[in-house]
């Protein structure tokens, strides 16, 4: 029996931003759900893992719509801090900020304390891929997961958000590409 993500723990995070995350939650829901689930079938993970990769992963992209920008990685890290801290998870803290700092990085992430940190990117790019790239998952896996998790345009709102925030800010790249 593979990982999988836990629905109810990503739901109860993720539902208190519906109301801001708009017509992409339903989008932006599943694909946590995927890369979680990607992350877990790419890397072993306990209990405790497990509830830190879908904290970070529920919060990974989340300044998109909280601060409106896609120089997202320092509200969404914020969001997450408040998250723990309101909630008593200190200790999930500095996990959950370098999975969500790291997450877009082209190259591995080698110098981290945390195994989570690369897992959690590998997790995320086989999603954002749309399985292209699978780090050893089953191409036939990666679709079974993709279907039972539809995109629902999520791809596709990206695309669109991303196009706009360059044609505004075009000399302010996009956090994959910073250093």
Known sequence: MENIANLAHIDSILNEWKA???NDFDGYRNHVVRMVTFSLLLR???????????IAACFHDIGIWTSKTWDYLP?????????LEENSLGEFTCDVEQMILHHHK???VKDNASP??????RGDLVD????SIRFGIPAKTVARIRRQYANHGFHKALGKLFLT???????NPAPMVKL
């Open 20 to 22: 801001v995350i708009g």
């Open 44 to 54: 072993p993970c306990d209990s405790k893992e497990q509830r830190a990769i879908e």
């Open 75 to 83: 509200p969404s890290v914020l969001a997450a801090r408040n998250y």
């Open 106 to 108: 082209l190259l591995p």
């Open 116 to 121: 989570l940190v690369e897992t959690f990117r």
């Open 128 to 131: 954002f891929s749309c399985g």
């Open 165 to 171: 925030w360059m044609l505004k800010n075009p000399l």
